[in-house]
């Protein structure tokens, strides 16, 4: 049997380090079509988004403390202790003190991270704010479609029963409502101003799914997912995809997202309610200029940059 030297050992280390660079730069370089940043989340837009990025921060600032010292302190007695001549085995039948201490500082910390988790998952979840803007999103096979409040600023009531491909959102044709909503392809949004989302799907289930947001909500047929709201922080172009694997064309699946001022969606909107209501000229259907489909978020403020 050959005895390793120190140098031999520190050797070995460091080219198990060298080899594995490649691989530790190759992975996140392959998540980077989606996020637009290699190294750390993409820019977070929300509220809710804020407060999330700040627990997975916690939790990996305390993954990549607690990894520094237990392989600091493994390696330092794996080199120690290392098989020499003429020093003889040492046996150990542990330690009751230690056992008990490293069982007892995880579950702590465990049990810490649950409970401000579940804090943070409770602040997401309460209902949405009364001034919230409320927007109707019903899913198929491949794409979204929007709907606001007309002047009356309430939409239709809706069935999902009634919801098929030639009743998009299931409302009623009777109801005056209806013709009042304003339905488009994109979703365009108020900075600064709460969005209550009610999410439909028309035949599978689909995902409404924006990064940028810390969003990810299934849509599910004959039901009303009415627990998401969320309030963006700034102005921007986004993509909603969908995240749920639908068919064949699911890929494809996506919609642009406006995050526009208050200004900017009031006369996006207000056209289009006083255009369903008859007292206006018509207006083109398709949304601001701006709005061929973003390859990928693009901020129209600045954005400090996401680390982690
Ligand atoms: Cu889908």
């Known amino acids: 049997m050959k005895y390793l030297s120190f140098r031999r050992i520190v050797s070995r280390i460091l080219w198990t380090g060298i080899l594995l660079v490649p691989v530790l ?11 637009g940043n290699i190294y750390g989340l993409p820019p977070c ?18 993954c990549a403390v607690i990894f520094v010292l237990t392989q600091s302190t493994y390696i330092y007695y794996l080199i120690k202790y290392r098989r020499r001549p003429g020093v003889p085995a ?6 009751n003190t230690l056992e ?3 069982t007892t500082a995880p579950t702590l910390v465990f049990l810490a991270l649950a409970i401000y ?11 949405a704010p009364e001034n919230s803007l409320v927007v109707d999103v019903s899913s198929y096979q491949f794409g979204w479609d929007m709907r606001y409040p007309g002047v009356s ?16 959102f299931g409302t009623d044709p009777e109801n005056p409502l209806t013709a009042q909503d304003v339905v488009s392809n994109e979703l365009v949004i108020p900075v600064g101003r709460p969005v209550h989302l009610l999410l439909h799907a028309r035949d599978v289930i689909h995902s409404f799914y924006v990064p940028e947001f810390r969003l990810y909500q299934d849509c599910v047929p004959g039901r009303t997912i009415g627990w998401v709201w969320f ?3 700034r102005t921007g172009d986004f993509q909603l995809a969908c995240n749920q694997l639908c068919g064949t064309g699911h890929y494809n699946m996506k919609a642009p997202i406006h995050v526009v001022t208050e200004e900017e969606f009031q006369k996006w909107l207000v056209p289009r309610q006083q255009r369903n209501a008859g007292t206006a000229q018509p207006v083109a259907p398709a949304a601001p200029a701006a709005s ?12 400090p940059k996401t680390t982690l």
């Open 25 to 35: 730069l190759a992975s996140p370089a392959m998540a980077e079509q989606r996020s």
């Open 45 to 62: 837009v929300t509220t809710v988004g804020e407060q999330i990025d700040g627990l997975i921060k916690i939790i990996f600032w305390l």
């Open 90 to 95: 040492h046996y150990s039948h542990g330690n």
């Open 100 to 102: 008990v201490i490293w």
């Open 117 to 127: 988790g579940n804090r943070i998952w409770e602040n997401i979840h309460r209902p």
């Open 153 to 168: 600023g309430k939409l239709a009531p809706i069935d999902i029963r009634k919801i098929g491909p030639e009743n998009r």
């Open 231 to 233: 309030q963006a922080t």
């Open 292 to 303: 061929a489909a973003p390859k990928a978020a693009t901020l129209t403020t600045p954005v």
